[in-house]
T-cell receptor, first 117, second 116 residues
Framework: DADVTQTPRNRITKTGKRIMLECSQTKGHDRMYWYRQDPGLGLRLIYYSFDVKDINKGEISDGYSVSRQAQAKFSLSLESAIPNQTALYFC????????????????FGEGSRLTVL | AQSVAQPEDQVNVAEGNPLTVKCTYSVSGNPYLFWYVQYPNRGLQFLLKYITGDNLVKGSYGFEAEFNKSQTSFHLKKPSALVSDSALYFCAVRDRGSGNTGKLIFGQGTTLQVKP
């Protein structure tokens, strides 16, 4: 089984619908992240969480919300989906690592491809 | 503000030849630098990172990268490319001086195409 699991892997929805993408991990990491990938733009950070009670906005949080239900679970919601939220979404985790966690690499899920019509 | 640039959208190389994928960065302090690879329909996989010490960092699958502080670069290299190396490669940077909440910033990615 994958260490970082995302569901669903693919989703097609309509404008205005509420969508939730779920992420669970078995790596025992405290830190979890949601990124969005668009062609030619690389990955952009939506939200991140360093523990269950710590949620932070990333570069592009508008239109998104998150919930950290447990150490191992971090979900991303689109309250009212719009077409420009069509993208590939990645969940990632990281350990504290050296130097207070800044040196730790990320471990990614397989991605959730979302299409908003 | 920190940023990462990968100047080439695509790099083409023949199998067996050396490859280089370029990355330059900008941070206010000293950087932590990373390379990730993404195969089709897969998530990103960590290849290597520079934290401190030796400027030449060795990573997975025979890849290495050289940290050059004066040129603010962290180019990914491999002495002999394989067709199976064909993938999308991302460089990423985190500012060492950004405290414990420093975010990882990704470049836009470079597609590596290795032809037989």
């Amino acid at each position: 089984d994958a260490d970082v699991t995302q569901t669903p892997r693919n989703r097609i929805t309509k404008t205005g619908k509420r969508i939730m993408l779920e992420c669970s991990q078995t790596k025992g990491h405290d830190r979890m992240y949601w990124y969005r990938q668009d062609p030619g733009l690389g990955l952009r950070l939506i939200y991140y969480s360093f523990d269950v009670k710590d949620i932070n906005k990333g570069e592009i949080s508008d239109g998104y919300s998150v919930s950290r239900q447990a150490q191992a679970k971090f979900s991303l919601s689109l309250e009212s989906a719009i077409p420009n939220q069509t993208a590939l979404y990645f969940c990632a985790t990281s350990d504290g690592g050296l130097a207070g966690g800044l040196a730790g690499e990320l471990f990614f899920g397989e991605g959730s491809r979302l299409t908003v019509l | 503000a920190q940023s990462v640039a990968q100047p080439e959208d695509q790099v083409n190389v023949a199998e067996g030849n050396p490859l280089t994928v370029k990355c330059t960065y900008s941070v206010s302090g000293n950087p932590y630098l990373f390379w990730y690879v993404q195969y089709p329909n897969r998530g990103l996989q960590f290849l290597l990172k520079y934290i401190t010490g030796d400027n030449l960092v060795k990573g997975s699958y025979g890849f290495e990268a050289e940290f050059n502080k004066s040129q603010t670069s962290f180019h990914l290299k491999k002495p002999s490319a394989l067709v199976s190396d064909s993938a999308l490669y991302f460089c990423a940077v985190r500012d060492r001086g950004s405290g414990n909440t420093g975010k990882l910033i990704f470049g836009q990615g470079t597609t590596l195409q290795v032809k037989p």
